[in-house]
């Protein structure tokens, strides 16, 4: 079984380095401003982060899917959190595109990569993400896609 598991919202609460803009979307200036190792250090985790573990102990493969740019800090933040994982999918610096466009391209490309087809990979497959967009979008292309907002409010 193969867990793929978002970050921000899913397994770590990064809220206190967020600002939204008037439209309600993320402000990435301020985001990217933010995220520096010691503002990176104070994330806290969320209960699908003790999940991941679970299955990691288990023997399933874990494969981070976030929309971030991730730095030495936040490969640092799950490495002392014990968060390991088998495959890392993230935004490349420059790349504007929407998260559910990201994710799909990096989960297809990680599945090609491993010589696994789309259909055998989704078989095997269940993803948790917060973005609205992302599950209606990966459901759609018949990806198990649960929100993490809810299983995070049923854990707590």
């Known amino acids: 079984m193969r867990f793929i598991y978002d970050l ?5 609460d990064s809220t206190h380095r967020a600002a939204t803009l008037p439209n309600g979307s993320l402000d990435l200036a301020h985001w990217r401003e933010h995220s520096t190792p010691e503002l990176i ?3 806290k985790l969320l209960p699908l982060a003790g999940h991941w573990k679970i299955q990691r102990a288990r023997g ?5 899917c976030t929309a ?3 730095g030495e800090a936040d490969y640092q ?3 002392n959190h014990g968060l390991i994982w088998d495959g890392m999918i993230c935004r490349t610096e420059g790349d504007e595109s929407p998260d ?6 990096g989960l297809r ?3 090609a990569s491993a010589g696994i087809s789309w ?3 989704i078989r095997f497959s269940v993803m948790l993400d917060d973005n609205e967009s992302v599950i209606s979008h990966l459901t759609a292309r018949g990806l198990r896609v649960y929100n993490s907002l809810i299983l995070n409010a049923r854990a707590a």
């Not at 921000?8 to 770590?12: G, L, S």
């Not at 559910?100 to 391209?105: C, Q, S, V």
């Open 60 to 64: 399933a493969e874990i494969v981070v």
């Open 119 to 121: 259909a055998r990979f």
């Open 68 to 70: 971030r740019v991730m």
């Open 41 to 43: 250090a104070k994330d």
């Open 100 to 105: 559910a466009i990201l994710k799909e391209r």
């Open 77 to 79: 933040y799950l490495e």
């Open 109 to 111: 490309e990680y599945a």
């Open 8 to 12: 921000d919202h899913t397994v770590i």
